[in-house]
């Protein structure tokens, strides 16, 4: 169910596109190290990331719901329950990221691309699209031959009920939790939908949508968040539009 909630926009500049954030609706969001470069060295650092993004957002109100920490780039699927909970906890928990990683490894300057890229995801539609598509990342990327052989990711959570500290922090979405009653049966279904190829089009749209600041979502949840907010929410129409007749039909 869409949540109809106050919706607000971020800008830092008028060249960039403004965020929008609904509390109590899911975001898929990215965030890139600079020139694409090593964010994650060894083993430590996935873990004092994941540390500091866990009180973070334990702090400022964001639930995780999915997650892969790729070797220069990580991906969640949040929700906010602030207007900002997403804003403040990549600002702390990326601030003191960036401050562990420069003394542990004598380097100096930044270590992110810049602003987080962030869509409002059409929950019941695309929300398990988009935990599919986190997770299989490494895959996609040729370092694994199944997402279960991935330690940095919220897969073995979901699908084989591990409960380490590396998942112990994730809130299992609605979509999830009513997949099956029980949870062996749960995570059998959801291991089933890792069989079937990914959708070409589910995947454009993700890939579209993320990188782009479009609504993932319908034709009625694009419009909602256009209506809500200051900018189109969906790519527009091609060809020229319509000439109205002289009688206004």
């Not at 990549?90 to 003394?103: D, E, H, I, T």
């Amino acid at each position: 169910m869409i949540v109809y909630a106050l919706l607000t926009t971020f800008k830092t500049a008028m060249a960039r596109l403004p965020r929008y954030v609904i509390p109590g609706q899911p975001q898929h969001i990215i965030q890139r190290g600079n020139n694409r470069q090593t964010i994650f060295a060894a083993e430590a650092d996935y873990q004092f990331f994941r540390d500091v993004v866990v009180e973070a957002a334990g702090r400022f109100g964001l639930a995780i719901h999915a997650y892969v920490w790729m070797t220069n780039h990580i991906h969640l699927l949040a929700t906010p329950t602030y207007a900002d909970s997403i804003s403040k906890t990549f600002q702390s928990a990326g601030r003191k990221y960036v401050q562990y990683f420069n003394y542990t490894y004598r380097r100096s300057g930044t270590l992110w691309e810049g602003r987080y890229r962030a869509t409002v995801v059409d929950s019941e539609r695309y929300l398990l699209s988009v935990m599919r598509y986190i997770e299989l990342n490494p895959v996609r990327a040729g370092m694994v031959a199944h997402p279960r052989d991935y330690p940095w990711s919220s897969h073995r959570s979901y699908a084989y009920g591990e409960n380490g500290p590396n998942l112990n922090w994730l809130i299992q979405p609605d979509q999830y939790l009513n997949i099956e009653r029980t949870d062996d049966a749960r995570r059998q279904a959801y291991r089933e939908l890792f069989k079937a190829e990914f959708d070409a089009n589910d995947l454009q749209a993700i890939r579209d949508a993320t990188h782009k600041g479009w609504a993932l979502g319908d034709e009625m949840f694009s419009g909602m968040i256009e209506t809500l907010g200051e900018r189109r929410a969906a790519p527009a129409a091609r060809g020229r539009p319509r000439k109205k007749k002289k009688n206004g039909v």
